[in-house]
């Protein structure tokens, strides 16, 4: 047991999960009082959201499809005016992180009660962390009223989700599980979650390349995506999501495939300072590195390894890493100027950690 003093913060979130818990969706909304819902939902849940609406009957009053990643500032504007203008009392999200994201920049906007249905291994609904882009600049912030009232896992919504998409957004949760275990909040209630996800998904994720229909191997996955939310929602996020951010926000960059290849560059440049932490988080990876074992995954699973092939400039290394290193993250290892760039300059060739 630890002698170390923590601050562990746990937020309330109820949690539906099972095989057809969309179906509940109802339910919770009336448990909550909420009878006037804005639909959000991806452009690829398209048919899912369809019977959705159904199941809402009643309760729906507007439906948006337009998501973008990242969350466009213009698009929350436009998504809460039409929102005031039909009288909602309540939001939806049905999709990955962009729905998610939007929907939680409604919350935030006009305190509304959040229902998120994830169709994928992100976990970023169990966050109060929410991010909204204005002219190449992502801001992000931690507010309760983005967190979701209730999160609605239903394993069925992940099967026909594009071999990449399981394989970026696992490798997104994994991102929220190992940064938990070495930003500013974690603590011994924490970490356990962690590294239970990050286990989990790095054994379940190639098997769900190679069959797409196991039943055990999608709720296993969904399960660990939401452990790792919880995780990083109780220790904050640092040095990984920021760069993410900042990438994404500058550059369009895609969101869970930029996790996948910054992030063993982030491992690798902490492991030297976290002592037996680096040999837990190497076990839960399954590889004799952590950040080692984190980049031949992303080779398994047929991510891109290379920031420049997601788009980052080459221009993007100094200007990334002078931003950061002039107001750096709470993190293990000192953020300097020249560290930051040899990291941003092997993540963006692709290099291998080693």
Request: net charge negative; proline share 7%; hydrophobic share 45%.
């Amino acid at each position: 047991m630890t002698t170390t003093p923590f601050v562990h913060e746990g937020l309330p979130v109820r949690v539906v999960f099972g095989a057809g818990s969309r179906h509940r969706v109802g339910e919770e909304l009336d448990r909550l009082g909420l009878s006037q819902v804005v639909l959000i939902a991806s452009g690829s849940s398209r048919a899912e959201a369809d019977a959705l609406v159904t199941a809402l009957d009643h309760r729906l009053t507007w439906r948006v499809d337009g998501v973008r990643q990242h969350v466009p500032a213009e698009l929350a504007a436009r998504v809460a005016e039409d929102a005031a203008r039909v009288a909602a009392d309540g939001v939806v999200t049905l999709g990955g992180g962009s729905a998610t994201g939007l929907g939680k920049a409604l919350a935030r906007e006009t305190g509304m009660p959040l229902v998120a249905v994830p169709t994928t291994y992100a976990g970023s609904e169990m966050t109060p962390i929410w991010g909204i882009t204005s002219e190449g600049r992502k801001t992000t912030g931690r507010d309760v009223r983005v967190l979701p009232k209730t999160v609605v896992y239903d394993p069925d919504l992940t099967y026909t989700l594009p071999p990449s998409t399981t394989a970026a957004s696992g490798m997104n949760a994994v991102a929220h599980s190992l940064e938990a275990l070495w930003s500013a909040g974690a603590s011994p209630l924490s970490a356990p979650l962690a590294l239970e996800g990050a286990r989990v998904l790095c054994e379940a994720l190639p098997g769900l390349l190679a069959d797409p229909t196991n039943a055990r191997g999608r709720s296993r996955a969904l399960v660990a995506a939401c452990q790792a939310g919880m995780a990083l929602a109780s220790a904050g996020p640092g040095l990984h999501h920021r760069l993410c951010h900042l990438l994404g926000g500058r550059y369009d960059m895609p969101h869970a495939q930029t996790h996948a290849a910054l992030l063993p560059h982030v491992v690798a440049f902490n492991e030297p300072v976290l002592g037996p932490l680096s040999a837990r988080m190497a076990v839960a990876v399954g590889a004799g590195r952590a950040s080692t074992g984190l980049y031949d995954l992303c080779v398994r699973l047929g991510l891109p390894t290379a920031l420049s092939e997601l788009g980052m400039p080459a221009a993007g290394v100094e200007e990334v890493a002078a931003e950061v290193a002039a107001d750096p993250p709470a993190n293990p290892r000192d953020v300097e100027a020249d560290c930051l760039r040899a990291l941003l300059r092997a993540a963006w060739a692709g290099d291998h950690p080693a």
